[in-house]
């Protein structure tokens, strides 16, 4: 049962709008003709929802907003009136309304409308609320970012418990722009490092703080804006559910999350996340490059965060390193915000060969760890025999073109038996990955 508190001066309005509401069983309205009797009412007894207008005798619906702020009452605000323009619902939304409504000449249709927002209004409060029974921290890494880092560490929400922003030695105004910040945020811990340690060390920096303040969910958000905050919600229920450890961005998943991302970058990123499936067993992950994440505690506090790789290519090395344990990773899809200002450090060409050699000791690594060390399998000997033949396969081959063009040679048989070595090892490194597929469905809580 969902209970609304409905401020209307006009009786005839406040009538008909009840009627219409509590059509719906869900909902229990409680209705009020003034202000000083809703504030009163408000003072006895917790609503989950306030629905009001704003022209009333006393005060208006946006000045009731912030006396409700100033006493310290959240509850999900309203604005459901007539008279009103694009100045007040922008003021409105400003001042904390959770929605605003302009009343139309289709009652059927605004009512519908003003139900279903309730009903928003309510989910938000409560999902809020449970976000708020767990310490979520976010990691802010800060290269440089003077232009956006203000306006980053403004929109996080409130329900986060802490913020962790770590200034990884830049030499612009960041440093002083996150201490104004903390100054009207108690939440922000600055953490600063003296020498330029990369976008990965100072994410473990934030992980190593998130650890000793027993933060239950970390997320990473960059502090360039990018990330929008809004769909937080998204990648902290699979960890409070436990249905996941490790909740991952995803804008590649259709034309509008791509939408902002250059041609260049996306088939970048595409052959990068092949790579990474294959090294880090995450098959499903669709953007494994994407830096927006959310990690459990039990999943920190099992990794080694002094070996996270602390560049660029940290995500993909996390992955990895979370397979070989045995912890669940989730996609979640959201959209990016690009071109508003922020500068890329990363250069494409030798960020490409780094993180693929990162990638190929990391694939190895993982064979070892998961499959040899923690739990033997034997698709390590699918992977062996496949390594093995295909490049059998390659040098037979070669050497028989070195016969046919020096000495003559006949090559239907020896090139026969080449491709016939090159398919058998392929069947055994793709039954390899077949294996390594099945493993990953059994990961997890």
């Known amino acids: 049962m969902i209970s609304v508190l409905l401020v209307e001066d006009d009786p005839d309005v406040l009538e008909l709008t009840r009627l219409f509401l509590e059509r719906d069983l869900e909902l229990n309205i409680d209705p009020c003709l003034s202000v000083k009797e809703a504030l009163r009412k408000l003072n006895h007894k917790i609503y989950n929802v306030v629905v009001s207008d704003y022209v009333m005798p006393e005060i208006n ?11 310290g009452i959240d509850t999900p605000f309203i604005i459901f009136t007539g ?34 927002m309730i009903y928003q209004a309510a989910l938000k409060q409560q999902t809020e609320e449970t976000f708020r029974e767990n310490n979520i921290c976010v990691v802010i890494p800060a290269y440089n970012e003077e232009k956006l880092i203000g306006t980053t560490l403004a929109s996080v929400p ?49 992980y190593r703080e998130a650890l000793k303040e027993s933060m239950d969910i970390a997320v990473v958000m960059a502090g360039d804006n990018q990330m929008d905050p809004s769909y937080l919600p998204d990648f902290l229920d699979p960890i409070i559910k436990r249905q996941a450890d490790y909740a991952v961005g995803n804008c590649l998943q259709g034309p509008e999350y791509r939408k902002g991302m250059k041609k260049r970058r996306f088939f970048g990123n595409a052959l990068l996340t092949l790579l990474t499936k294959i090294a880090s067993g995450y098959w499903q992950l669709m953007d494994p490059q994407n830096g927006y994440t959310a990690i ?29 344990y045995g912890f669940k990773a989730k996609n979640i899809n959201h959209k990016p915000r690009y071109n508003i200002g922020e500068i890329s450090e990363r250069k494409n060409r030798t960020f490409t060969f780094r993180l693929s050699w990162l990638l190929f000791r990391d694939f190895f690594w993982r064979l070892k760890e998961k499959y040899v060390i923690l739990n033997f399998h034997p698709l390590v000997f699918f992977y062996f025999f496949g390594v093995v033949i295909i490049l059998i396969s390659i040098i037979f081959g070669f050497y028989s073109l070195y016969l046919k ?11 026969a038996l080449s491709l016939l070595l090159f398919f058998m090892g392929s069947m055994f490194l793709l039954f390899a990955m077949l294996f390594d597929m099945e493993q990953e469905r059994n990961v997890g809580w």
């Open 296 to 324: 459990s505690r039990r999943a920190l506090e099992r990794i080694d965060l002094n070996k996270i790789y602390p560049r660029y290519g940290y995500c993909n090395d996390i992955l990895v390193k979370l397979n070989a």
């Open 405 to 415: 063009l020096v000495w003559d040679q006949d090559l239907l048989v020896r090139g």
């Open 83 to 116: 008279k009103g323009g694009e100045e007040i619902a922008i003021e409105a939304l400003n001042s904390g309304a959770t929605f605003y409504l302009q009343k139309s000449e289709n009652p059927r249709f605004q009512f519908a409308k003003l139900r279903k």
């Open 61 to 71: 619906g946006i000045q009731l907003l912030k006396t409700l702020k100033f006493q």
């Open 158 to 206: 409130d329900y986060i418990f802490r913020i962790y922003v770590v200034d990884d030695a830049s030499t612009d105004r960041t440093p002083e722009i996150i201490h104004e910040s903390a100054e009207r945020d108690t939440r922000l811990m600055h953490i600063r490092h003296e020498i330029n340690q990369g976008v990965g060390a100072s994410i473990a920096s934030g």
